[in-house]
């Protein structure tokens, strides 16, 4: 843990001398990531497996079939499943015992507990070490609403349920609640290295948003997408998912339009210019959508209806995130953040969703852009602490002769009372070029 602290007070000290906080090496991720486990594990873990009532749980993936889950639990230097891996967490109701049932240790959390030349059946050795350990109730990840937690094959399932005396079989249940509870569960240390994360993506998407990216009528969206993706290669990043660009202008078309991906357009001078952009750092995931404006030659600033539009979205989020409260569901969550929208004359839609180990990630849903009434299962999640979010929402805008939205997405934290921007908002669009003296607030 000194070597933690060591490190995560390297990066704050990097933040402030400049703008893009220092990225780890390799080595130096692997390190923290390895660090960061072993504490979930000993630390988050045996609370979360206690609550669900829980005392066994076995994780099983294939190479090149991974579970979600498992991906998780591996050390720093075991990039995938080898052959089959198989995990036992067992809590003896001190502290939790961790065994691989494979021909490796997986790290120094899960022992080797098995020696195929004693055992060459493995499922043998499987079946012997939960008899031997006698668990009330033994989890498996299958599970009907949540993909991250619905990891392990038809094939093994089947295997596991032959093996096993009926007196074992019958005490297997879904580890469906202890696979969200696990990803979504945020521990201090790790939102020291979030804000890192979401850092470096602000820095990012504020390089891509100026002159020395885009110049109006010679760079296209498309351009600055790739930009995007380039950028992240070349600092050693990960983008998690594919990253868009798509600009807004007065076309005559009263009709504001979400479902299409926008089409690859020359940005011009007065176009509305907006990103979704976002990176995977130390096993952390970041979802970010901002906005600038083409400056039209002679303005120093935008109209004023964009930046009335842009506070309106900010206000549309304090509405939304003054409705969390934990023990809430997402569902409860949406229905009466639009409600309080609506009464403020907002034209709001809310699609916000859990961020963390997985980009949209395990927890409650808080709408879907074609599912404002409400989003089934996943929108009757509840609510915990300790948890992050992409808050992710748009509100519609008229013109004599143009509709728009303004969209946008920041990552933030609820610690189970409030809620807080891991690193702050966009207040203020972008302007593109930058007059002199403009800073982001």
Same mark, same amino acid.
């Given at each position: ?14 933040? =402030? $001398? %400049?703008?893009?906080? *220092?990225? +780890?090496? @390799?080595?130096?991720?692997? &390190?923290?990531? #390895?660090?960061? =486990? $072993? %504490?979930?594990?000993? *630390?988050? +873990?045996? @609370?979360?497996?206690?609550? &669900?009532?829980? #005392? ?386």
């Amino acid at each position: 843990m000194k070597n933690t602290l060591l490190l995560f007070a390297l990066l704050l000290s990097a933040t =402030l $001398q %400049a703008q893009l906080p *220092h990225i +780890l090496t @390799q080595r130096e991720q692997a &390190e923290v990531k #390895d660090q960061m =486990l $072993q %504490a979930r594990f000993e *630390h988050v +873990l045996p @609370q979360l497996m206690r609550e &669900e009532g829980i #005392d066994m749980w076995v994780i099983i993936a294939r190479e090149y079939n991974e579970d979600a889950i498992l991906k998780t639990f591996l050390p720093s230097t075991w990039l995938s499943a080898r052959r089959t891996t198989m995990l036992i967490v067992y809590d003896n109701g001190k502290t939790l015992e961790g065994l691989s049932v494979a021909r490796y240790a997986a790290g120094d959390l899960f022992k080797s507990a098995w020696n195929p030349d004693r055992q060459p059946d493995q499922w043998r050795q499987l079946k012997i070490l939960i008899e031997e350990r006698n668990p009330k109730k033994i989890a498996i990840n299958k599970a009907e609403h949540f993909g991250h937690a619905d990891g392990l094959s038809a094939y093994h399932y089947e295997q596991m349920m032959q093996v096993l005396d009926k007196k074992f079989a019958d005490r297997v249940v879904s580890a469906e609640n202890l696979c969200v509870r696990w990803l979504e569960t945020r521990t201090p240390e790790e939102m020291v290295l979030y804000e890192q994360a979401m850092r470096i993506t602000h820095a990012i998407i504020e390089e891509a948003f100026s002159e020395k990216v885009i110049q109006p009528g010679i760079t296209t969206t498309e351009d600055v997408v790739w930009w995007f993706r380039q950028r992240a290669a070349d600092l050693g990043l990960v983008t998690w998912f594919h990253p868009s660009v798509d600009v807004q202008r007065p076309t005559g078309n009263s009709q504001a339009t979400f479902a299409q991906r926008p089409g690859v357009s020359v940005i011009q001078p007065g176009d509305l210019l907006h990103c979704d952009f976002g990176i995977t750092y130390l096993g952390l995931n970041t979802d970010c959508q901002e906005n600038a404006y083409i400056l039209r030659p002679g303005e120093t600033d935008a109209p004023d209806f964009l930046k009335a539009a842009h506070r309106q979205a900010l206000r549309l989020m304090d509405i939304l995130t003054g409705e969390f409260r934990t023990g809430r569901t997402g569902n409860a969550i949406l229905a009466d953040a639009l409600a309080k929208a609506k009464a403020e004359d907002i034209y709001p839609s809310i699609y916000t969703h859990p961020i963390g180990m997985h980009g949209h990630a395990a927890g409650p849903t808080i709408g879907l852009w074609d599912r404002q009434e409400g989003v089934p299962f996943t929108g009757d999640c509840k609510l915990n602490p300790n948890t992050a979010y992409s808050i992710e929402l748009n509100s519609r805008h008229y013109l004599d002769d143009w509709a728009f939205l303004m969209k946008m997405e920041e990552n933030a934290f609820f610690d189970g009372k409030t809620v807080r921007y891991i690193d702050g908002r966009q207040k203020e669009l972008f302007l593109i070029p930058r007059p002199v003296g403009h800073l982001k607030q």
